[in-house]
Nanobody
Framework: QVQLVESGGGLVQAGGSLRLSCAAS????????MGWFRQAPGKEREFVAA????????SYADPVKGRFTISRDNAKNTVYLQMNSLKPEDTAVYYC?????????????WGQGTQVTVSS
């Protein structure tokens, strides 16, 4: 099974940008859809974005549409989340996970997460 490691988080000012990476180890990366989720302090984990195995199908949560872009490079076993025009409400720990069908309740093999903090 695939093992995931998130990176790229940090502290940025509102309006700034970050690119998160999720590196996968294992031989089955191309077989999985990938998703990004986030969890803010005291709140439930929420869906952010997902991408199909080929990268041709992408979906986004309403709060990030037009600002975030999910992509993947199967040759590098990596999925990315480009985050632009960041807002303080984007502050959260961001996690990536795998899925076999892109259903919201189907993700597993969560990484350790990477902290994103957006200052006002």
């Amino acid at each position: 099974q695939v093992q995931l490691v998130e990176s790229g988080g940090g502290l940025v000012q509102a309006g700034g940008s970050l690119r998160l990476s999720c590196a996968a180890s294992g031989r089955s990366f191309r077989s999985y859809a990938m998703g990004w989720f986030r969890q803010a302090p005291g709140k439930e984990r929420e869906f952010v974005a997902a991408i199909s195995t080929s990268g041709r199908v992408r979906s986004y949560a309403d709060p990030v549409k037009g600002r975030f872009t999910i992509s993947r490079d199967n040759a590098k076993n990596t999925v990315y989340l480009q985050m632009n025009s960041l807002k303080p409400e984007d502050t959260a720990v961001y996690y990536c996970a795998v899925s076999e069908n892109m259903r919201l309740d189907s993700y597993y093999n969560w990484g350790q997460g990477t902290q994103v903090t957006v200052s006002s």
